[in-house]
């Protein structure tokens, strides 16, 4: 990753281009069009070295080898669907087959990889040396566990709880990986309160064990209470969990009152305070190695903005500026398909006095301007409108269109919806109330028909209309199924998949109520603004769920199995074991809950995350596996839940929070208040309140006045929108949100101190139980 | 609370009084101190006037008067211990004359308060009407219901609901109050997204009746699987909890896998995503709502302390300031016992340059100057050292104190507890084993008393040595323990309750472990830090569950009854109640969970706290009084669960938070940096690793040589501390961190202004979902 600015020429680029993080596009490529530019520039460097490193460099990063490495990712997952033990079982040599693909196309993509990286580098990224050791251990798994079946041995297929290394190393899974190295860092400062939570926890069964074991009291199952230490030890660390609450205390609590309180101060001790100082630590870490790492990346684009701008800056007068050409050409280079209205929006925001050149500053936020998505949207009048003008522009039309824009309108349909809603909840069976199902749809079709009426279609459905999409795409969605429905219904044959979808669907349309209600926008807005953060989370919960699966279905397959519940044999009654007998597992039915495929162990596994009822699970599993399982429950409990659960919730809480506190990062107001000053910005509430066309006829009549500039004249017509600020991240955020206190003159520290950044530079005042010692 | 500086003299030195708020008492105080001051120095007041008013000011502020109205408070809500339906019942006089007494009581105290507050402040504030109502409505209540009994009609006692607010609305409570207020301000986030969470638990309930409704499904217990819409509505809500989960999901899972989806679903939004928003948004709120009031709090003192400087000032040179006589006045006044070489300490910090005056930004300090706790500790030799010097500096003593202060030491005392420990698992039934606990105990004495041979006593139970404490306590309790239990059973006579303690103490010891190992007593210390927080948060759980313990028991009382374990007539398995013949709730022996009294419908709403199996127990109540329960245990688990947790763990994490970045303030910093100056401190760290005396003999032997010091002879012999550090509150540590925030030229915004200032105010980038629409 060193970037010498020594060196120029052709072997800068080709330096520039090797030393890319493919995950740290912009600003690299900045830096390497820098050079290209500059080299273009001066002419002493072929012209044709640059184009094609950047064709390189493109190609590795183009979204179809994205997508197949992805695919193979998936196909490589997915294959334990099929192995043994199957959800659909296939013979070995498929699923190997398609698993030695699987590991050549990620070989081909590591090849890929090393061919634009510098030996050096690649050789020291761990990435990539987990990735070649994951495939030769998987490969040589595939080779033992073949031949051994081949003289009918059955042994394990232990390779397969390595398949996630792929979803973690390869580059594009940046966040995940991240979340791994906070889970790494939080865990010394873990360990030792869950040492502390132990050691109570310990202290706590051996009162217990003296307090009660003495009593021969029975449980409700009229098992002696208490009387063994590693069994009150795993009680009270299910106690911890609340799961077990408050049968656990019963039986002392019936004996004598007093008791309670040994419970009641376990309970406040152990599961109140203990779990709040995990999530504050969890949490704690989160932050701070999140900042760090946050800080890191924006003083390392710093550093790289300032050496592009240092290759290509010319004098002029006493500061140091890069010209408008050279600055057009860099763009260019960097954004090939970049709209010519475009490029000029962004250089009139870049260079504010017109002066002909882009002075330090504002060089520096080229790669933010250049990562806006800024939507040039032509508005055009109402289709209908061209085509016959006397008749949309009649009074009848006039009236419809302002009866449509008129709240009232809004509000007779949310009643609408309402009636709906009770005549869903109603029986379906009488025909009344199912004719009145066609006549809301068709209710909801004019509702939409109308609207496209009334705005201008394009408009309604422009890339950042979420909510009218939404409302469409259901409405259309129950139209399709309904009618489909209707169809094999009258051919005598019933879909329960497809009533079953008609039916979510009709229910779905209620949410329609969401869109109505300002507040309710506004809080599912926030939560979809940090939907991007909690499926990044996704991908960590499946990466600890399809380890732990596996585990579990090479440990506990065919130890429990379900009947269907009308067989009612006494096999049935105990899950096909009859360790079970009695057990509390079998007495709720649990048999389902097994290891028995893939798709039955991760619900078990959901299950175990909620917790609740995760110790009858854990009981029933260790009575057919003489208590051993017990483990696997509890490492699975102290993963998930005490550490990634915690992850999770500092997650949305820090989301919230960071959501809360910056609305607009600087540079994207800055962009606004430019296509403000020169009148072709479109307001979002305009749109969404269908007043876009007054305002736009407002706006042309503005222009048509103001001939005399040029430059305004060339912008006319078209509109820009900011697009990319609903799907922003919590990353994009805080990044911004350091960037913004880097004063342009500071360049930071050196790259080698930037890369050995830790929490403690940054928040020297704040201890933890780890380094306060 | 409005203090006008134009007026001086003696209605201004009444006035000042007459407003003082006590628990504002140190700036209010030295305000009011100021005045007196400043007329005792122009003799144009009598001089009597002013100390009468300080001392009746401090007789209201006085400990015991405190402590009485407390002890009123603790009489009053315990009263619901002897009243129906009671644990101990006495007649109904009898509670009657005492809640008349506490009544009393609190009228004379608010009588007290208005004497010393002006009328017009007095009727303003709400707190004192809300405790003149309730004192009204109480008597009303008490007549009703006496002269009803009197004809032998049972009526309802719901003033004892009321009860709490005596303890909320006393001064002394401002805590409570705060959280309180902080929830209000909560409410209106809060509710928005509580009715959207409603709404996706009513469109997910109508999904569950289309899909699951028509299957006729049977449950475990063989009832009819979500055919009615307010079952299902409950069992979703109850999923939230994740109190019924799985079995909720059970029988859809056991008739298809694909169902298993929709419970996913729901978990994933309701149960995780919803949840955690409210945490988000509580958090949010009381960040913000804490901060705007400490701010608040930090600009009032500020003011007063400037109004109190303006006061006293006189102009030196080209600057105002205040003289050391007038100073030292002030002080005295405020202080009337403080030490002189405490005095001398404190304003060679305010004097800096020992100029013989205070300038304003040190006199603005003063206030957080004397509320530091500064302990003058006397260093002496060790007792022995002085009776029998020979013996105590032979080499076999300082062999002895050697070894004692030697690491191998601890552990091998580390070891024998461990050893203990395995002795306590162990049956104690075997002689070897009981005689084996003399030896342990006996070990245990000789370790303290080598310590005390080896430390000088009062330095090795100083203050602040709260583990030496500790490690003296558990065994000077567990060996009286053991001695009172060997008597009682040499004497034939076996206590439980005696052996029990006994039990426990001796299991106690075994955490002066945590003494040894560092981080874990960083853990601890941390968490005591926290304490005082906590603390306050049991005020607020106490309130709430007083108010929902006498709502339940009027409701609920004898519905349902507990009978001996060994007692198994079918009255006694259906709790004595038919209504509960095949319920969950007797079928887990639930039955001693009822509102019979205070305690037990205390410790049930625990059991409710901890949430899980809650709506086992809400069924049961809800079967004995016809479904009306459930509103019970719903409005329960929404107020506590959803509100007062999540306002503890917001509680926790911000206290982690704050004492992780706030290790030392500024000014205490300042009083250190001083100490250390003057060569007159102690570390705290080489108090208790022992090496205090050699450390005092260097320190002396550096005073002898050090004789022309004048004024540092005076405090020769002295020793400092700051004792305060341990036990601040989060409160004072933010309000410290905001102060350190505004400049001594600051005088803040007007008192108008401070006092309406909103968290909008302070936070303009911080929208929230209320007030962002």
Tied chains: 1, 2.
């Excluded at 640059?50 to 990712?73: C, D, G, K």
């Excluded at 096999?571 to 290891?595: I, M, W």
Aim: glycine letters at 4%.
């Amino acid at each position: 990753m060193e970037l010498s600015s020594a060196t120029s020429g052709p072997e800068a680029i080709k330096q520039s281009f090797y030393t890319l993080k493919p995950s740290e596009k912009d600003e690299d490529l900045l830096l390497a069009a820098a050079y290209v530019s500059d080299a273009q520039y001066n002419r002493n460097v072929p012209f044709e070295t640059s184009p094609r490193a950047i064709r390189l460099y493109y190609f590795y990063n183009h979204w179809t080898m994205q997508v197949a490495i992805y695919f193979f990712i998936c196909v490589d997952l997915s294959l334990a669907l099929f192995e043994e033990p199957a959800l659909f079982p296939l013979p070995f040599l498929a699923t190997s087959i398609a698993e030695v693909l699987c590991l050549t196309a990620f070989f081909g993509r590591l090849v890929h990889f090393a061919k634009v990286t510098p030996q050096m580098v690649f050789w020291k990224d761990t990435k990539n040396i987990c990735i070649m050791v994951t495939i030769v251990l998987t490969l040589i798994d595939l080779i033992i566990y073949g031949s051994l079946e081949a003289v009918n041995i059955h042994s394990i297929r232990w390779s397969r709880a390595l398949r996630p290394v792929f979803l973690i190393n390869f580059p594009e899974s940046r966040q995940i990986r991240r979340t791994f190295r906070s889970i790494r860092n939080t865990l010394p400062d873990i360990l030792y309160v869950f040492l502390l939570f132990m050691f109570s926890v310990l202290i706590f069964s051996l009162m217990a064990l003296k307090l009660f074991g003495v009593r021969s009291l029975k449980t409700v199952e009229g098992l002696p209470y208490f009387t063994d230490i590693l069994e009150i030890a795993f009680e009270l660390y299910v106690l911890v969990t609340t799961a077990n609450s408050p049968d656990v205390m019963m039986p002392a609590y019936n004996f004598s009152r007093w008791y309670s309180l040994y419970f009641i101060t376990y309970i406040i001790i152990n599961t109140y305070i203990f779990m709040s100082v995990f999530l504050a630590v969890v949490y704690n870490n989160y932050r701070k190695h999140l900042k760090n790492e946050i800080l890191k990346l924006a003083y390392l684009k710093r550093r790289k903005m300032i050496e592009a701008f240092n290759i290509l800056k010319v004098k002029v007068g006493t500061e140091f500026v890069v010209t408008e050409a050279q600055w057009k050409r860099l763009a260019k280079i960097v954004m090939p398909h970049i709209s010519s209205p475009h490029l000029e929006l962004l250089l009139r925001i870049s260079d504010e006095g017109q002066k002909g050149h882009v002075d330090k500053m504002n060089f520096l936020r080229l790669a933010d301007l250049l990562n806006i998505q800024v939507v040039a949207i032509n508005i055009k009048r109402h289709p209908l409108e061209d085509w016959m003008p006397r008749v949309y522009q009649s009074s009848a039309s006039l009236l419809v269109q302002r009866m449509v824009r008129h709240r009232i309108f809004v509000w007779v349909y949310d009643v609408i919806i309402l009636v709906n809603a009770i005549f869903i909840a109603l029986d379906e069976k009488k025909p009344f109330i199912s004719n009145a199902e066609w006549l809301f749809l068709s209710l909801y079709i004019i509702e939409i028909l109308l609207k496209l009426y009334t705005y201008e279609p394009r408009a309604y459905f422009g890339r950042k209309q979420f909510w009218n999409w939404f409302d469409t795409l259901i409405i259309i969605a129950a139209l399709v199924a309904t009618v489909a429905n209707a169809t094999i219904q009258s051919g005598n044959y019933n879909s329960q998949q497809i009533l079953d979808i008609v039916l979510i669907l009709r229910i779905l349309r209620l949410l329609r109520i969401i869109v109505s209600i300002q507040r309710f926008r506004l809080i599912v807005t926030t939560l979809i603004n940090i939907g991007p953060t909690i499926l990044t989370f996704g991908g960590l919960v499946l990466v600890v769920y399809y380890v732990f699966a596996i585990i579990g279905m090479e440990a506990f397959q065919g130890k429990v199995w379900f009947f269907d519940p009308n067989f009612t044999t006494p096999e049935a009654q105990v899950c096909g074991n009859p360790a079970l007998t009695g057990s509390a597992f079998a007495r709720d039915h649990y048999c389902k809950n097994n290891f028995n495929d893939l798709a039955s162990s991760f619900i078990v596994l959901m299950e175990l995350t909620v917790v609740n009822q995760w110790h009858v699970l854990a009981g029933g599993f260790a009575l057919v596996t003489h208590q051993a399982a017990k483990l696997y429950f509890i490492s699975f409990h102290i993963v998930v839940v005490i550490l990634i659960v915690n992850i999770f919730i500092a997650f949305i809480l820090e989301a919230f929070f960071v959501a809360y506190s910056l609305e607009k990062s600087e540079v994207e107001t800055a962009i606004e208040k430019k296509i403000q000053e020169l009148g072709v910005g479109v307001q979002e509430e305009e749109m969404q309140d269908g007043k876009l066309i007054d305002n736009m006829d407002a706006k042309d009549s503005g222009f048509s006045g103001d001939d005399g500039d040029n430059k305004r004249k060339a912008l006319k017509g078209l509109y820009f929108r900011i697009a990319s600020k609903k799907y922003r991240t919590v990353d994009a955020l805080l990044q911004q949100m350091f960037e913004s206190e880097i004063t342009p003159e500071d360049e930071g520290p050196s790259l080698d101190e930037i890369l050995n950044l830790s929490p403690s530079d940054i928040y020297p005042k704040n201890p933890s139980f780890g380094n306060s010692a």
